[in-house]
């Protein structure tokens, strides 16, 4: 393998492993705050995604970008009002189901508007013959608003969690949701919002992923499974593990097509999320509590 190839691979595992990241992520702040694993979440990406495509045609790139995060984080809060807030105390598997059925409703909606074609946003800055030269290899501008973009997002949400009144509340939360009940934290409301986080940065994923990664209707799935990948791999209720695994999991897909046909590729993180579970449930910067799932 040549050097350029080298460092091709390594900016293309660390470009989806960011993106697989803040899907982890999106999994994290909703687990953290509920004790739900939310498997809806890969449609949050695929919405910012296509309903920015479809607001451009009305309005300049950078709105319809922001008017598609509002929208998503509208529809976020939806699903947890209509379909998880009157729930009491429903068990683990109950919640996946619903979850999953979340999913496959958003993915059949969007089926029906936007059709089986595959759309994309233009590029931010150039086209897809324009790059930058690294070391010898060739590596898209887009590239760069991506990692950008994510590492904004997790910067500004660990400032979020630290310095806000209602980060500090979910945390409390995540915490100890009696507690948080008995200092009179609106907890339900905290439910909603963690719904609208995740599904905000679900959907600006989606929005500077689109033209490197394209966006279809039933994207939402495969990025779910390899976001709970990631989320199970850097320790359930962990961002910063998140982040590690995120990386590690896309530079390992990015050189397994080097060795594998790329029709294999999506069962590279299915073999890690069950040899994770297999040998370590709780990852790899997580605590066993967390392995078991919490209590809604």
Known sequence: MTAELFIQYIFAGITYGAIYAIVAIGFNIIYNTTGIINFAQGEFVMLGGMISI??????????????????????????????????????????????????????????HIWGESVRSLPYFIGDEITSVAILGARISPQVFWVLGTCTVMVL?????????????EMRACAANRTAAILCGIDTKNMVTFSFVLSAALGALAGC?????????????????IKGFTVAILGGLGSSGGAI?????????????????????????????????????????????????????
């Open 156 to 168: 500004l949400l660990g400032l979020f969690f630290q310095a806000t009144s209602i980060g500090r």
């Open 54 to 111: 479809s607001l451009l045609e009305y309005m300049a790139l950078p709105l319809a970008i922001v008017a598609a995060v509002l929208i998503t984080m509208v529809i976020g809060a939806l699903i947890e009002v209509v379909f998880i807030r009157w729930l009491e105390r429903p068990s683990v598997l109950r919640m996946i189901i619903i979850t999953i059925g979340i999913s496959i409703l958003i993915r059949e909606v969007a089926l």
């Open 244 to 296: 590690i695994a995120g990386l590690l999991l896309g530079i390992i897909e990015a050189f397994s097509v080097s060795v594998l046909p790329l029709s294999f590729q999506e069962a590279v993180s299915i073999a890690i999320l069950l040899l994770i579970l297999f040998i370590r449930p709780h990852g790899l910067f997580g605590s066993k509590d967390a392995a078991g799932l919490k209590d809604f």
């Open 208 to 224: 500077v992923m689109s033209p490197i990664t394209y966006s279809q209707y039933n994207i939402g799935t495969g990025l779910a």
